[in-house]
């Protein structure tokens, strides 16, 4: 365990515990508020290895982190995905890996990253019509989807949770539809606003900003919404309809910064820390990684140093040049 003295805290007093850890850059799907249509994803070589990311996984739990998401690009297109989560579900001092997908591998896989010892997982759906599914991930695979969140479902995770990015003109029309199916299956389900990560030319941004408001007066008109203190550690704020099974979030990146209370770090499928979801400042994990292979306590006080340079927050804007040019899937969401 780490003493209380060891762990991380950042220059404005936030202490840090969650990493997301991204797998791959790659995926299966090309969401248009996520990626291209056309992508160059990276050679193999500069994606973190199996024992790489076990290697950082180990070290960040000595730093204090105590949960760990994978994502990516799609965590579920790398075959050593099962093996790695059993790597860190086993480290002692860790309290979950977690994991984010599209789903799309999800029938295939569900019973073995039970077995492994995921907990709970996000799986992202922004709608359940077949014909805006196919536009919005540029991939006609809804009912591979469906059997897959069905699967995890049946599979029993301790907590399962829709992601839905919500885009006016596109699905903002779906949000009740998307809550009676998370009902349903007694699930939780969060409403996202597109960030501006990477330019894409497939939609103009700020016209499809629907906020997390605008969404709350959708549901509000339907059902009462109870505002609840449940966190999952994430930026979801959580309401509750009386009555009714499972919570729905809000995650709010525009309306809502979470910025004052992040305490999230992020390292990209190349192994570069970022130190803020908004901005560009970030080290490279795998430089030190592959040049001093077994030395962690240098891997450790480059953390430690880094940690100290973390910028207070970041603020997002619809210019017509995005802050940040790396897309969602390099982010690792
Ligand atoms: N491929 C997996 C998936 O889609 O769940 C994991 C990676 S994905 C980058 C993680 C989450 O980020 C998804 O819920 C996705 O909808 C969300 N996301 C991607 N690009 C986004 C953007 N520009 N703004 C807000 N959320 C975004
Ligand atoms: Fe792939 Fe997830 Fe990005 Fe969609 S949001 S393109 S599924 S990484």
Known sequence: MTDAADQLI?????????????????????????MAEEMTFLPRARVLSLEELATLGETFVN???????????????????????????ALPGLDEVTLTTNGSQLGRYAQALKKAGLKRINVSLDS?????????????????????????????FERIKLNAVVMRGHNDDEVLDLIHYAQQRNIDISFIEEMPLGQISSHNRQQAYCSSEDLRQIIENKYPLISSTDT???????????????RIGFISPHSHNFCASCNRLRVTAEGRLLL?????????????????????????????????????GH?????????VLRFMNMTGG
């Open 128 to 156: 359940l019509r077949a014909d805006r599914f196919a536009q919005m991930t540029r991939r006609d695979m809804l009912d591979q989807v469906l059997l897959g969140i069905d699967k995890a479902v049946e599979v029993g």
């Open 10 to 34: 950042d220059g404005y007093g936030r202490k840090l515990d969650y990493i997301r850890l991204s797998v791959t850059d790659r995926c299966d799907f090309r969401c248009v508020y996520c």
């Open 232 to 246: 999952t550690g994430g930026p979801s704020r959580y309401y509750r309809i009386p009555g009714k099974p499972g």
């Open 276 to 312: 803020c979801l908004g901005q560009e400042n970030s080290i490279d994990l795998r430089a030190i990684l592959r040049r001093y292979p077994g030395e962690s306590d240098r891997l450790e006080s480059s953390i430690r140093e880094a940690i100290k340079h973390r910028p207070e």
């Open 315 to 323: 603020q997002f804007s619809f210019d017509d040049q995005p802050q």
């Open 63 to 89: 730093l204090g982190i105590r949960r760990i998401r994978l994502t990516g690009g799609e965590p579920l297109v790398r075959r050593d995905i099962v093996s790695l989560i059993s790597k860190l579900a």
